[in-house]
C-alpha cells in the first residue's frame, strides 16, 4: 500500500498564528488525498478532498477560508490553518487512497494552538 | 445514507482470549468494509477489507472479519489476543469516493 508522510507531528504556537501540515504520498502518485479531523476520543471526520491540480472538495460546515488545502503535485497536499485558535487544537490525519480501495494514512499532526 | 456503527465503546479482554469488536452497517448496494487501528498520537493502520467474495476476510496481525449480509455486521475477531493488541479500532464503510468512520472502539487487552 501508499506510504504517506505527514510532517509536522506536533505543533505548538500562539494563537492567531497560521499553520502548514503537509502530506506526502512517497510512492504513489494520489490525485486525490483526505484531510481529517479527530477530536479526543471521537472518530475522524472528513474535512475536505484534495483534488491535485484543482480546487478541493470541503465537508458541510468546514469553512474553506480558515483551512486552506493546496494540491499542487501528484505526491503533496498541504492543509493550512488560517490564523489558528485554541478551538482549532486537534489532530489532524491525512489519507491517500484510489477508489474502493482502503486509504493509507498519515502518522498525524497534534495541533495545539496556546 | 451509508453509515457504520460500533456499539462499545470499549471491549475488555485477557490476554490469550477470543476478541469481537462489533460493527454494523447501513449502506445502499454492495458495501465495502474496512477495519483500520489507531495506536495513540499515529494514523489509522489498514488491517482488512470487504469488497466481494469470500465473508471470512483475513487480514493483518492474524485480525479476522465476517461479513454477514443478513445481520448486516461485519464483527472483528482474532482467536488470541495480545496486550500488544490494545489500541482503538475503527470499522468503515466506503461512500463514493470517501469513507465513513465508525465512532470506534477501545480494545483494552489484560496481561
Known amino acids: 500500500g501508499a506510504v504517506v508522510s505527514q510532517h509536522p507531528s506536533r505543533v505548538i504556537c500562539k494563537s492567531g498564528t497560521s499553520v502548514k501540515i503537509e502530506c506526502r504520498s512517497l510512492?504513489?502518485?494520489?490525485?486525490?488525498m483526505f484531510w481529517y479531523r479527530q477530536f479526543p476520543k471521537q472518530s475522524l471526520m472528513l474535512m475536505a478532498t484534495?483534488?491535485?491540480?484543482?480546487?478541493?472538495?470541503?465537508e458541510q460546515g468546514v469553512e474553506k477560508d480558515k483551512f486552506l488545502i493546496n494540491h499542487a503535485s501528484l505526491t503533496l497536499s498541504t492543509l493550512t490553518v488560517t490564523s489558528a485558535h485554541p478551538e482549532d487544537s486537534s489532530f489532524y490525519i491525512c489519507?491517500?487512497?484510489?477508489?474502493?480501495?482502503?486509504?493509507?494514512f498519515g502518522d498525524g499532526t497534534r495541533l495545539s494552538i496556546l | 445514507a451509508q453509515s457504520v456503527a460500533q456499539p462499545e465503546d470499549q471491549v475488555n479482554v485477557a490476554e490469550g482470549n477470543p476478541l469481537t469488536v462489533k460493527c454494523t452497517y447501513s449502506?445502499?448496494?454492495?458495501?465495502?468494509l474496512f477495519w483500520y487501528v489507531q495506536y495513540p498520537n499515529r494514523g489509522l493502520q489498514f488491517l482488512l477489507k470487504?469488497?466481494?467474495?469470500?465473508?471470512l476476510v483475513k487480514g493483518s496481525y492474524g485480525f479476522e472479519a465476517e461479513f454477514n449480509k443478513s445481520q448486516t455486521s461485519f464483527h472483528l475477531k482474532k482467536p488470541s489476543a495480545l496486550v500488544s493488541d490494545s489500541a482503538l479500532y475503527f470499522c468503515?464503510?466506503?461512500?463514493?469516493?470517501?469513507?465513513?468512520f465508525g465512532t470506534g472502539t477501545r480494545l483494552q487487552v489484560f496481561p
Open positions: 489519507g491517500v487512497g484510489g477508489p474502493n480501495q482502503p486509504q493509507h
Open positions: 510512492d504513489f502518485q494520489a490525485t486525490t
Open positions: 484534495s483534488n491535485e491540480g484543482s480546487k478541493a472538495t470541503y
Open positions: 449502506v445502499s448496494g454492495n458495501p465495502y
Open positions: 470487504y469488497i466481494t467474495g469470500d465473508n
Open positions: 468503515a464503510v466506503h461512500n463514493t469516493d470517501k469513507l465513513i
